[in-house]
């Protein structure tokens, strides 16, 4: 290069010269300093949000494509496609629309596969998110809002494949759809007005039409919650475990951008690629073995999405004949008796943070996560709750468990009742145990180390095991008390932890 000549610079690199002199160049550049300085702890806990969006990411992208095959329209026309069996069938538009969509457009079953398998995970994801939460006291103040947030993605994403499934209008949809007819009608004073509302009509009515604008409004609606979510967070630290160097005023972790950023990238790319490869290879929804919904019929062994089995399985274990007349009226308490159970269940899970800060007087913030160990009741409510839900789930499947195990539908149902009445008792007494049984474990470690398996002779003729003290690593771990033990231990966080002091 010649002496006293600038460097020549590419076309790029002079535009973003540019834009970085402009007002949004300005703000870009202070937003990226901003993620750099952010810090954020490292933990297998935080990776469900990336699998949630890697799933929200392949719904949009599969489900914008289908929209362009789709009719949304239970107008009734021969079947004239691809599939001999069903020649000349009376379908629905809708039916006709996806079995088109399975076998004529060219990848087109692939996408409505991947659009299934994405949304049977997505709820998982956020199920599982919330678990956590739950379990490590993550919902506490200044997060109680976040909690709340969670709970409403959780209700949108199972609201979104609920209304998709039903959009095929195959026989499992139309069988879905009956029982949601059902228990309208069974709602006293409002049921048959809210029924005209859903359907627009004697059933199925025009319930694809209505469904399909709400199916595609999950998706903005979704958005939009996780966009306040991730904005009322980012107003606070990130909430971390207990650890070396970790206290409630600063983060050990990683920088957000560019570490944290491409794990979670890199994850979400993964996901993505997986339900691609199972959606290109695992049949879900064949609904060309179903067959076009029709109002009279119902196939034996008709499961919903597993996401929504919990709802099946309340309607399921109400015991026979459970009506009465009163005020002129017949009450189905067959349908009233789980619309009200789940509604308070739902409603608790929605405001435990702010139940637990009411029973417990602590209006304080947390900004160190809890060991689900050292809060036994806490644990023990979480573990009643998952058995509450995991009884009524299982009682959706009773007649295939009746099936399978060769039992009776009848015995199923009444083992099911039963534990779902007493399970949630033993399974908080238990889970309580457990807690604090490890916690005497910790304690136990705290004070005598561990045992090595060195058994040695004292000058006194005595046998003794030599026990060894945790490192300081392992004492911030375990400690109870979580921070006393851990500020001045100085030790890292694996790797090359940075830690970052807020306000
Ligand atoms: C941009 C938003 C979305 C669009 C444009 C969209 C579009 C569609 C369309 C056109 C169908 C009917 C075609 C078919 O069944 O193959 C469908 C079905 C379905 N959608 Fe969506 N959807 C969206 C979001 C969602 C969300 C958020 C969920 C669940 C969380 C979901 C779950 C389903 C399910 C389970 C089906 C049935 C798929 C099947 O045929 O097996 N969709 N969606």
Partial sequence: MSIGRKPRTDFTGR?????????????????????????????????????????????????????????????????EGRY???????????????????FEVPGGLALRQAHHWAALLLPAAVLAQLLVTFFTGAFRRPRRAGWVLLFLILIAALAG???GYALPDDMLSGT????????????PVVGTWMKDLLFGGQFPGEIIERLYPLHLAVVPLMLALIVVR????????????????????????????????????GLFLIVSGMLMLISATVTINPIWLYGPASPGDAGAGSQPDW???????????????????????????????????????LLTVAVYPFIEERITGDHGEHHLLDRPRNTPTRTGTGVAGVVFSATLWAA???????????????????????????????????????????QHKDRDLLLHGFETGRIVRLPGGEYVEVHE????????????????????????????PVGSHLP
């Fill in 176 to 187: 879905g759809l009956r029982i949601v007819e059902g228990i309208t009608l069974g709602i």
């Fill in 396 to 438: 959706g499947s009773a007649d295939v468990m009746a099936d399978a195990f060769s039992l009776t539908v009848e015995g199923v149902v009444l083992a099911l009742q039963i534990v779902l009445v007493i399970g949630p008792l033993i399974g908080f007494a238990l889970a309580r145990r457990v807690c604090l049984g490890l």
């Fill in 161 to 163: 494949g609920w209304s």
């Fill in 469 to 496: 003290q945790l490192n300081p690593d392992e004492r911030s771990r375990v400690s109870l008390a979580g921070v006393a033990s851990v500020q001045d231990a100085g030790s890292t966080d694996g790797g090359s």
């Fill in 230 to 265: 991730v904005a009322l967070l980012s107003r606070h630290q990130p909430a971390q475990f207990a650890g070396p160097r970790r206290t409630g005023a600063n983060v050990v972790g990683m920088p957000l951008f560019p570490n944290a950023a491409a794990r979670s990238g």
């Fill in 15 to 79: 535009l973003s010269g540019r834009l970085a002199q402009t007002g949004i160049g300005r703000r870009g550049a202070a937003a990226m300093q901003e993620l750099r300085r952010r810090v954020v702890p490292v933990h297998w806990s935080n990776m469900f949000g990336a699998v949630a969006l890697a799933c929200l990411a392949v719904i949009t992208v599969t489900g914008v494509i289908l929209m362009f095959h789709y009719t949304p329209s239970g107008a009734s026309v021969a079947y």
């Fill in 84 to 102: 001999p069996t069903l020649h000349g069938a009376q379908v629905s538009e809708a039916f006709a629309s996806t079995m088109h969509i399975s």
């Fill in 307 to 345: 996401y929504t089995g919990f709802l099946d399985g309340a309607l399921r274990l109400v015991p026979p004949g459970w009506e009465i007349v009163a005020f002129d009226r017949t009450w189905t308490l067959a349908v009233l008796a789980p619309l009200a159970v789940i509604s308070v269940f």
